[in-house]
């Protein structure tokens, strides 16, 4: 009997056609698993090498805030000087105290060159919509006995940074910094004020600023208190802060500022800053 001939298998030729392309598939993601890997150990390799510049943070810019502000004059002054920061005081007891319309009208010439702060003490939830609502802030100081808990209230009600003060005496004092961690935006270390005065800041009194000298790095403050012209360079050089903040070291009388002192301040940080960098 003749052989029966072998049928081959008819062929598949989409089988062929998904082999074909799954090989073109890998070829392809090895090609560019290739590059990335390359990419990737280029970028650690620059990276490490900018390491050292990345060291300090706090080596490049200073945030400089100006507070107790009330005339368009001391405004512009800070402004030109380059400040960061504007403050405006709403604790009815200071020298400072300004009607929050007229904040509102003032920080207009702020807008897009520095923050406008509002700084409250205990502040109730009215007097805050009021502030928040004439003056329109960038960001609230919290300068009375604020909890944690009141801070999360405020950031969700209105929706701005918030930043909160503790008094500094000593190297202890900065254990409260602990329950605000992650609520505060930043802090602001001011000195305790002295006994029966009425005002809890703005009263021109240092703390020992070598206690911030060995602060974590990754907390971000406004060193206060007590600053002026000539004292501002051993400031920066004991504690190294990455903002400042200054109100009657910058005025003539309490409460009225100096545009002339305004700008010597604004003088004697950059020479500092110039002096250390050298
Ligand atoms: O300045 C005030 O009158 C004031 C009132 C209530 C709360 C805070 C106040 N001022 C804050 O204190 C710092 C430090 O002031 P200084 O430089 O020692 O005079 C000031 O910048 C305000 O943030």
Redesign the pocket.
């Known amino acids: 009997m003749p052989a029966t001939p072998r049928r081959l298998p008819p062929i598949n030729y989409d089988q062929i056609r998904t082999a074909a392309a799954i090989e073109r598939r890998r070829a392809i993601d090895e090609f560019y698993r290739a590059i990335y890997g390359r990419i990737r150990s280029a970028v650690r390799r620059l990276f490490s090498t900018l390491l050292p510049f990345r060291a300090n943070p706090r080596a490049m810019a200073l945030d400089i805030?100006i507070?107790?502000l009330k005339t368009d004059k001391a405004l512009a002054a800070a402004l030109a000087g380059g400040a960061s920061h504007v403050?405006f005081?709403f604790?009815a007891k200071?020298?400072?105290f300004i009607d929050p319309l007229e904040a509102g009208r003032l920080r207009e010439a702020a807008i897009a060159k520095a923050k406008a702060v509002a700084?409250t003490?205990d502040a109730s939830d009215a007097f805050l919509d009021e502030i928040v609502g004439k003056m329109r802030p960038d960001m609230l100081?919290l300068?009375g006995s604020e909890t944690p808990e009141r801070l999360a209230e405020l950031k969700a009600r209105y929706g701005l940074p918030v930043m909160k003060v503790l008094p500094i005496s000593e190297a202890a004092d900065l254990e409260r910094i602990r329950p605000f961690v992650g609520i505060a935006d930043r802090f602001?270390f001011?000195a305790k004020p002295p006994k029966g005065s009425e005002?809890?800041?703005?009263?021109?009194?240092a703390f020992d600023w070598r206690i911030l000298a060995g602060l974590d790095a990754g907390v971000d403050y406004m060193l206060?208190?007590?600053?002026n012209a000539a004292n501002i360079g051993d400031a920066l050089r004991l504690a190294n802060p990455p903002a400042i903040?200054?109100?009657?070291?910058v005025e003539s009388a309490p409460g009225v500022k100096d545009p002339a002192l305004i700008e010597q301040f604004f003088r004697a940080v950059r020479a500092a800053r110039n002096t250390r960098a050298a």
């Open positions: 805030k507070c107790g403050g005081i604790f200071s020298p400072r700084v003490v100081q300068h602001l001011d005002l809890p800041g703005g009263n021109g009194i206060s208190g007590g600053l903040d200054i109100s009657s070291g």
